[in-house]
């Protein structure tokens, strides 16, 4: 970064005017009131409605933060596509599509249905992020497949803080029977790959990962990671490969952000993913990773001053896609 910046070859050159405007961004969007925090998780519902941080890391690993970007949040829904990106990375995408489709689905991220191939219509939603954790390293023993996964996303995160909440998981598997309801009805329909692991152990699994926890900080190099092609910014580590990277990117796209993803495409044109935590993770390709996290939820489920911030960040700069 340093020589980058001698050569004043850095991706953000005008570093300082950029923060600026951030800056205001990030102060415009404090004043949002609007929204829900999630009640559904009675660890989610006890969250603190005024919490707001925003970090952006670029692909040269520049960095900039506002607010409650330190303090831990629960990944949820968007572990899903780390998870994605991380499996695809390991097993290839044809493998991992003829169990799971690309398709967004039109439906709620949690609904009982499958797409015509009786397959979950893609990774982003419940039913297909299931089948993924299902996937990850099955051959495994279950304590060997979490330290796996942890492990990688410190990868993406350039070594940063990458924790784990347990009570949210506890929490998570008590009030879950819409999930299990799901598993079970993906079972009879021979959506598993092997059965190798019963339904409840797939199940913790993927209720662990929803439980992982970032701060907005390593949630943005996590981010910056599959901005820069899956190299990560901080440590120049591979972590996904290329064709993993730009499917998930794709599938961010047209599936992130639930049954907004296709005005979110449209209005805002970045690939995005967002979780019932309220955090929100924002993938500009070659340029930067954001992340954002303020707890209260539209009703589509996305966290309103995050989708506030990408808003007034089209506004502001010309990052949408077309
Ligand atoms: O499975 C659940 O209900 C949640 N842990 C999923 C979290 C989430 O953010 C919703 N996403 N698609």
Redesign the pocket.
Known sequence: IIVKALRNKLIVPSWNAFCQRISTIYSKCASATAGEVATY?PQLARQNPNRWGVSICTVDGQRVSYGDSKTPFCL??IS?AFNYAILASDLGATAVHSFVGQEPSGRH??DICLDGNSKPHNP???SGAIVISSMIKSDMLMADRFDYVLNEYKKLAGGEFVGFDNATFLS?RDTADR?YALAFFMKEHNCFPKAQHSISSTLDFY?QL?SLEATCESAAVMAATLANGGVCPLTDEKCIENQACRNVLSLMYSCGM?DYSGQFAFHVGMPAKS???GGLVVVIPNLMGICLWSPPLDEM?NSVRGVEFCKELINTFKFHNY
């Open positions: 998780i949820q829904s899903k991220f949690n982003m939603l419940n998570e999930n209720f929803c639930y979780g019932v935590s489920g």
